[in-house]
């Protein structure tokens, strides 16, 4: 149903006439070329005529030779629109014409705007697992080095990943399938641009590796004081929940004025970003990180000793944070120096007491001291 009204882009508008009047595969044109070098004659015209008889191609124009006749162009319309899946298999039957192509002499190759967006999504699909598990295997190395714990690392990359995942799923439910795109003024489904996945992955991933680290970083400067893993946690929790709760807030205001946009790419990463940072501070961080490491117990912090031995000591806030907040050891005392005596503390019970001795020790005559107390004064008559 094509959609106008004052606020239309001009893009959709022409988009939406180009459909209404040669159909939705007007929109996605895809460009033959042909390489007649060492060809038939007719050779151009034999792969036009085969290509056109396709399924899912509604027309194809004549070729089109250069002036040395040595290459030709032929436009292919196919009968579905530039973000289908059957327009991609169209490009893949295309591309499998080895028969034809020994037949005539000819090489086929497809190009063209729809052609180069199907490659790239294919060639970013292909990529996004090794980037994935690339990104994953590095942050748990930087992590096993940081706090020295290996089942840490492992709980805080699997954390970091049901975060990004749980993204994914809202995105998906909302742009493909259309649950409460009403909400955030959509108009209809439309298919995932091939590269939110793994940009969504590079910054979700960041943001939530930030926030472990700086929980992880004050649960293990308490743990390292007094070795209890239940006062650890709840130290971590309460030094860094506020700080964590006002980052996500920010972020989550931030991410979600991108869905205010009228792109639906927009829409997508502010929707995927402002989910991923809402469920990340507040389920993840404050109440499954904590709850998995009470279960885990004192297993958080155990490592092997020739890993100990091996990764290198990187410092963040762990023995100098305990340095300051651990009292100083007492200096060895001197052989060679005097002690000195503490001094007496006296009172006026005590001092009364060494007075009465020194009088008894005295020999001779004891006189008894006048009494200062003040005779009162006599009244005049």
Same mark, same amino acid.
């Given at each position: 149903m094509p959609v106008t009204g004052p606020r239309t882009p001009p893009p959709r508008v022409a988009f939406d006439l180009l459909t209404r009047g040669f159909g939705i595969g007007a929109n996605a044109p895809l460009?033959?070329?042909i390489d007649l070098d060492g060809a038939e004659p007719d050779a151009a015209a034999t792969v036009a005529a085969e290509l056109s008889s396709l399924p899912g191609v509604t027309r194809a124009t004549p070729p089109l030779?250069? !002036?040395e006749n040595t290459a030709a162009i032929v436009q292919l319309t196919p009968d579905s629109g530039p973000e289908d899946e059957a327009t991609e298999d169209l490009v893949l039957a295309i591309r499998d014409q080895q028969a034809l192509e020994s037949a005539t002499g000819t090489s086929i190759d497809v190009t063209g705007a729809t052609?180069?967006?199907?490659?790239?999504?294919?060639?970013?699909?292909?990529?996004?697992?090794?980037?994935?598990i690339s990104v994953v295997s590095l942050s748990f190395l930087l992590l096993t080095a940081v706090f020295r714990a290996p089942v840490v690392a492992a709980k805080a990359a699997v954390m970091n990943?049901?975060?990004?995942?749980?993204?994914?799923?809202?995105?998906?439910?909302?742009?493909q399938w259309g649950w409460a795109k009403d909400l955030i003024g959509l108009e209809q489904t439309v298919p995932i641009i091939s590269f939110l996945p793994m940009g969504l992955f590079a910054v979700l991933f960041g943001l939530s590796m930030d926030y472990e680290v700086f929980i992880?970083?004050?649960?293990?400067?308490?743990?390292?004081? !007094?070795? !209890?893993?239940?006062r650890a946690i709840v130290h971590g929790l309460s030094a860094s929940a506020r700080v964590i709760t006002a980052a996500a807030a920010i972020m989550f205001a931030v991410f979600g004025s991108f869905v205010a946009g009228d792109s639906a790419e927009i829409k997508m990463f502010g929707l995927g970003l402002a989910v991923a940072v809402l469920l990340d501070a507040t389920v993840i961080r404050m109440l499954v990180v904590p709850a998995s490491m009470k279960v885990l117990g004192n297993a958080?912090?155990?490592?092997?000793?020739?890993? !100990?031995?091996l990764l290198p000591n990187l410092d963040i806030e762990g023995s100098e944070a305990t340095e300051e907040l651990e009292p100083a050891p007492a200096s060895p005392p001197n052989p060679r120096r005097r002690p000195q005596r503490e001094p007496r503390r006296t009172t006026r019970t005590t001092r009364c007491a060494h007075r009465a001795r020194l009088r008894d020790a005295t020999p001779g005559p004891r006189t008894r001291r006048p009494s200062r107390r003040r005779r009162p004064r006599s009244r005049a008559h």
């Open positions: 460009l033959v070329v030779p250069n !002036d052609a180069f967006y199907i490659d790239i999504s294919q060639r970013l699909n292909d990529r996004l697992p090794v980037f994935i990943l049901l975060g990004i995942a749980a993204a994914y799923g809202v995105v998906v439910a909302v742009f992880l970083s004050r649960i293990r400067e308490a743990w390292l004081i !007094d070795r !209890d893993n239940d958080n912090w155990w490592i092997p000793a020739w890993l !100990d031995r």
